[in-house]
Nanobody, 121 residues
């Protein structure tokens, strides 16, 4: 069974930065042939898309609300996906989840349990 594990969340002041990382457990699992995305869910709100990267080709996509502030990247050697978050705002406060979608799937197949990001004003 594949489990995704997020790390790097925490408390930061507005304007600060955090770097989230997503790794897959499972000895032989790799992110090749997957799109890996980050989502977030704030209290009382729906889960929303933040950013994604296609492992093959490296295409990235971002939500409008984070463009220019967040950068998603993949580390082939470590089989991880990172989300660098700069210029954080209080409205970025949420639980952040990573997820993986096989290239031929219509939905994300695997999800992590989330990491809390809190931005104080």
């Amino acid at each position: 069974q594949v489990l995704l594990v997020e790390s790097g969340g925490g408390l930061v002041q507005a304007g600060g930065s955090l770097r989230l990382s997503c790794a897959a457990s499972g000895r032989t699992f790799t992110f090749s042939s997957y799109t890996v995305g980050w989502f977030r869910q704030a209290p009382g709100k729906e889960r929303e898309f933040v950013a994604a990267v296609r492992w093959i080709g490296g295409r990235t996509d971002y939500a409008e609300s984070v463009k220019g502030r967040f950068t998603i990247s993949k580390d082939n050697a470590k089989n991880t996906v990172n989300l660098q978050m700069n210029s954080l705002k209080p409205e970025d406060t949420a639980v952040y989840f990573c997820a993986a979608q096989w290239f031929a799937a219509k939905a994300y197949d695997y999800w992590g349990q989330g990491t809390q990001v809190t931005v104080s004003s």
